[in-house]
């Protein structure tokens, strides 16, 4: 039997038609629905290899992502990998019966539930299921070392001072 696999193909499709599958997908940005907002972003095209063998389902994949820092709000663009792996089950009932919580090298999902692949991926990314490589430099962190409340430092612009205020009313 043959199957046509893209990012639309459903888990179910996989699990009830195919023995094994070895593929690759580019995906644009555009192709991800749920996964993209002000704190990350997929940035060009991102490349997927897709393993399929008795019912476990191996993805890897890698692209650019624009990530905002959460310490400093900075935007950069740097590069993400995903290595993901799922053993499909084909019941809701088979997945409670599995389901083991202390396991995060796999994920145990059902044929039922219908997911597409494209909305596997989005999962793994909305849930941060990925590395970034760092190549950010956190004006947070820089500025986390340094003594603010140095009366030298006070009148620097920029400079981080979390609790300035709190240090003046307490010298009232």
């Known amino acids: 039997m043959i199957i046509?696999?893209?990012?639309?193909?459903?888990?179910?499709?996989?699990?009830?038609?195919?023995?094994?599958?070895?593929?690759?997908l580019r995906l644009s940005p555009s192709q991800f629905r749920r996964?993209?907002?002000?704190?990350?972003?997929?940035?060009?095209q991102s490349d997927w290899l897709v393993s399929y063998d008795d019912s476990i389902l191996n993805v890897t994949g890698s692209g650019n992502i624009r990530i905002q820092c959460r310490l400093c709000n900075e935007k950069f663009v740097t590069e993400f990998s995903v290595d993901s792996r799922f053993k499909i089950l084909s019941s809701e009932k088979e997945v409670r019966k599995h389901y083991d919580f202390f396991n995060s090298?796999?994920?145990?999902?059902?044929?039922?539930?219908?997911s597409s692949f494209l909305e596997l991926l989005e999962e793994e990314?909305?849930?941060?299921?990925?590395?970034?490589?760092?190549?950010?430099l956190c004006r947070f962190v820089e500025h986390k070392g340094k003594k603010f409340l140095n009366k030298k430092?006070?009148?620097k612009?920029?400079?981080?001072?979390?609790?300035e205020v709190l240090g003046e009313l307490m010298n009232k």
């Open 157 to 163: 612009a920029g400079a981080y001072r979390p609790f």
């Open 125 to 136: 990314l909305i849930l941060g299921n990925y590395y970034a490589s760092d190549n950010h």
């Open 4 to 24: 046509v696999f893209n990012a639309e193909t459903s888990v179910g499709d996989l699990f009830y038609s195919a023995k094994a599958l070895d593929c690759s």
């Open 35 to 44: 996964f993209g907002d002000e704190q990350a972003a997929i940035c060009g």
């Open 153 to 155: 430092n006070k009148g």
């Open 105 to 114: 090298n796999i994920e145990i999902i059902s044929a039922e539930e219908d």
